[in-house]
Every structure is written in structure tokens, then in C-alpha cells.
């Protein structure tokens, strides 16, 4: 008995565009149920070194939820390159001013940091309002664990 390896090409027949509203969604909870969904994982057919996943929408981004004390004590760092060029912003913060991108390093973090991990960010699309221009695709509601 052999173990069964999807090729590139049958992934790419069988790929499928999913809607998540992320309205009053917990941030961590949402993005573990977007990464494996992103990266393929929930499909019998998973081959971990290929890009088997779906496509995600993540419409309403702006409503997440942070739990406990994240909001303020969650930090985000970024660096200029430059001596001194340390940026810090925290959750509150980048909640207000872009959400999308709060969403996207959470669930970034969870996709492998290789080549193919890039190349699984790229399905994700996130917006901070409930309008997408991804309707000619036909998205399909995703249900996620309570």
C-alpha cells in the first residue's frame, strides 16, 4: 500500500474560494481555523509539502475580538532598518487603524516560514468591512468550531 501524494495540478482543479465573518470572533481562535483551511489541511487529501488549500475571505475584520488584557498589552514590532528605527504598535491599536493586517500576521504565524508559506498568505483575502470584490468566485460560507 502506497501513501497517496497530490500533485500541483489536481490541487488546483479542486480549489475553493470560503467566506468567514470574523464579527464578534475571537482573533486567536478565527486564525487557527483559517490557516488550516488556508494551508489544506481539513481535506483527506493533504500533502505537506504542497499548496493543496482553499481560499479564504475574511469579511468584517474590524469587529474581531481580543480576550483578556491584549488589547493593550499585545505588541507588534517592526524595525526601519535604520539605528534607533524601532517601531511599536499594540492590538488596540492596530485594530483601529488596520485590521486587516492584525488578522493577517495572526494567521501568518500559524503558516509555515518557507517558500510555500508565502505562497499560502497570498489566498488570503481580508477586508475590515462586510463589501468583497470576490463574488464572480462564489465563495462558500465556512463554519467554524464554537
Known amino acids: 500500500m502506497k501513501t497517496y501524494q497530490m500533485r500541483r495540478q489536481e490541487a488546483l482543479a479542486q480549489r475553493q474560494w470560503y467566506i468567514v465573518d470574523a464579527g464578534d470572533k475571537v482573533l486567536g481562535r478565527l486564525a487557527t481555523e483559517v490557516a488550516k483551511v488556508l494551508r489544506g489541511k481539513h481535506k483527506p487529501s493533504f500533502t505537506p509539502h504542497e499548496d493543496v488549500g482553499d481560499f479564504v475571505i475574511v469579511v468584517n475584520a ?3 475580538r481580543l480576550t483578556g488584557k491584549k488589547g ?5 514590532y517592526r524595525h526601519s532598518e535604520y539605528p534607533g528605527g524601532l517601531r511599536v504598535t499594540t492590538a488596540q491599536k492596530m485594530l483601529a487603524d488596520k485590521p486587516e493586517a492584525l488578522i493577517r500576521l495572526a494567521v501568518k504565524g500559524m503558516l509555515p516560514k518557507s517558500r510555500l508559506g508565502r505562497r499560502l498568505s ?3 483575502k481580508v477586508y475590515a468591512g462586510p463589501d468583497h470584490p470576490h463574488e464572480a468566485q ?3 460560507p465556512l463554519t467554524l468550531r464554537a
Open 72 to 76: 493593550a498589552g499585545k505588541v507588534y
Open 138 to 140: 462564489k465563495p462558500q
Open 62 to 64: 474590524r469587529s474581531v
Open 122 to 124: 497570498t489566498k488570503l
